[in-house]
C-alpha cells in the first residue's frame, strides 16, 4: 500500500487571502454605513464624508481596513467641543460664531456623539462571528 502526499498549502493560503480581501471590504462597508446612519444630519455633508480603505500587502501577508472622513467636522462629532469635549479639555465658557448664512451664535461647545466609535462597538460582535465563517468557508471547513 502507498500513500500520496499532495501539498495544498499555496492554494489555501490564496483562498484564505482571497476570502479575508473581500471580507475587509464587507467590514469597511458595514462600519461607513453604521457611522453614517449614526451621525447628526444638518446639511449631511459630514454624514456623506464618511469613507473607508482597504489597504492590502501582498507581500507581508497583512490587510487593514481604514473608516474615517476627511470633514473637520467628523472630528468635532467624534469627541465634542468646548465644555463638552470628550476628555474634558475644550475652550471653557461661551463664544461666539457666524454661521454660513450669516447668523451669529452663542455656544458653550458641542457635545461629543461618537458615530466612528459607536458604529464599530455595535458591529464588532458581528464582524468576529463573519471572520469565524470566512476563515471555515476558505479553508472547506
Known amino acids: 500500500m502507498s500513500v500520496e502526499f499532495k501539498d495544498n498549502t499555496v492554494k489555501v493560503i490564496e483562498n484564505l487571502a482571497d476570502g ?65 469635549a470628550l476628555h474634558g479639555d475644550g475652550r471653557k465658557g461661551g463664544w461666539v460664531y457666524q454661521d454660513v448664512t450669516g447668523v451669529w451664535h452663542y455656544t458653550r461647545g458641542k457635545t461629543p456623539k461618537q458615530p466612528l466609535t459607536k458604529a464599530f462597538q455595535s458591529v464588532a460582535p458581528k464582524i468576529k462571528k463573519q471572520l469565524v465563517n470566512v476563515i471555515k468557508q476558505n479553508l472547506g471547513g
Open 20 to 84: 479575508l480581501s473581500a471580507f475587509m471590504y464587507e467590514v469597511g462597508g458595514e462600519i461607513q454605513s453604521q457611522t453614517r446612519r449614526n451621525s447628526r444630519v444638518d446639511t449631511g455633508k459630514t454624514k456623506g464624508s464618511y469613507d473607508y480603505k482597504v489597504r492590502e500587502s501582498a507581500l507581508a501577508g497583512e490587510a487593514e481596513v481604514q473608516v474615517g472622513s476627511d470633514s473637520e467636522n467628523a472630528i468635532w462629532e467624534e469627541f465634542g467641543t468646548g465644555e463638552y
